[in-house]
């Protein structure tokens, strides 16, 4: 019998029983029984290896499943794709419908406009220039209209003479946040130049933000502004039960409007039609 040994850690023990009267083992008949003890600890490296290969690739699986995000392979020599079925429900298909796969797939289903894009972020990652590849792109949609994409991936293996051979990575629909993003930025250039002066206060009532138009009605600078109240403005023309009434709308109503007395930074007292709304998260606050 011999040990099967991992090291200096016991797995068990191997041995054959025969009978031979008399006789002891021969050196080749205990070599010959140590190499194959030594067979099995390697298989049984190898089961335990594969088994915790096996492991970390579903946990990976899984992780991706809850980011939602499509994955994809690439072999840039063969033109060779594979990809989840994430990659081809973000596009509203099964991995089926997109059969055969390979790079021209992405070509044909990416925005043409956007394939610049996409085609030179992935020369400067394999120039080594940038760290990952990076690319926001539109595709295709099955039903026709186009998804916003954020495709991300990195070089996994070069050849000897440091070509490419493996890019891997993730798409992600980034639709929402595209929309989202215009839909501030629109919000934004109607702040900064509505011929309006407006102001944004916190729940506190500090003014956190204002615009052109309001700088050039009151005199105030911003940075003279930011973190104050607005009753800096007030002209003392409106006595307590004016503002108490203003309050009252606010708060019951969630908007007032009416004429106001103010007062600019050098003193000047001006009209004007002020309106105000409380703007209220989706907890009411």
Not at 51 to 68: K, M, P, S, Y
Not at 234 to 260: D, M, N, Q
Not at 272 to 284: H, K, M, N, P, Y
Request: charged share 25%; hydrophobic share 40%; net charge negative.
């Amino acid at each position: 019998a011999i040990p099967l040994m991992r090291g200096r850690e016991y797995l068990g023990l191997l041995g054959f029983d025969w009978h031979r009267d008399g006789q002891r083992r021969t050196p080749g008949e205990v070599q010959l029984l140590a190499v194959f003890a030594q067979m099995l600890v390697n298989a049984h490296v190898h089961a335990e290896v594969a088994t915790a290969l096996a492991q970390q690739r579903r946990r990976l699986e899984l992780v991706i499943e809850g980011t939602g995000a499509g994955t994809w392979i690439w072999w840039p020599k063969t033109g060779a794709l594979e990809i989840n079925a994430q990659w081809a429900a973000i596009l509203g298909y099964t991995v089926a419908e997109l059969e055969p796969v390979d790079f021209q797939s992405w070509r044909r289903l990416t925005r043409e406009d956007d394939l610049a894009v996409a085609e030179a972020a992935l020369a400067a990652h394999a120039a080594g220039q940038t760290p990952v590849y990076e690319a926001r792109i539109r595709m295709r949609h099955k039903g026709g209209h186009w998804v916003w994409v954020l495709s991300c991936g990195r070089i996994v293996e070069r050849d000897a003479e440091g070509d490419v051979l493996i890019y891997a990575g993730t798409h992600q629909d980034v639709t929402a946040a595209v929309l989202a993003a215009e839909r501030q930025r629109l919000a934004a250039s109607v702040f900064t130049h509505s011929h309006e002066g407006i102001l944004i206060t916190d729940p506190e009532a500090r003014i956190v933000e204002v615009n052109d138009a309001f700088t050039r009605i009151t005199g105030y600078q911003r940075d003279e502004v930011i973190g104050r109240n607005p009753g800096l403005l007030k002209s003392g023309r409106h006595g307590p039960e004016f503002y108490r009434t203003l309050w009252s709308a606010l708060k019951e109503h969630g908007h007032w409007a009416g004429e106001i007395w103010n007062r600019r930074r050098n003193g000047e007292f001006y009209a004007e039609f002020l309106t105000i709304s409380s703007v209220r998260d989706d907890a009411g606050e």
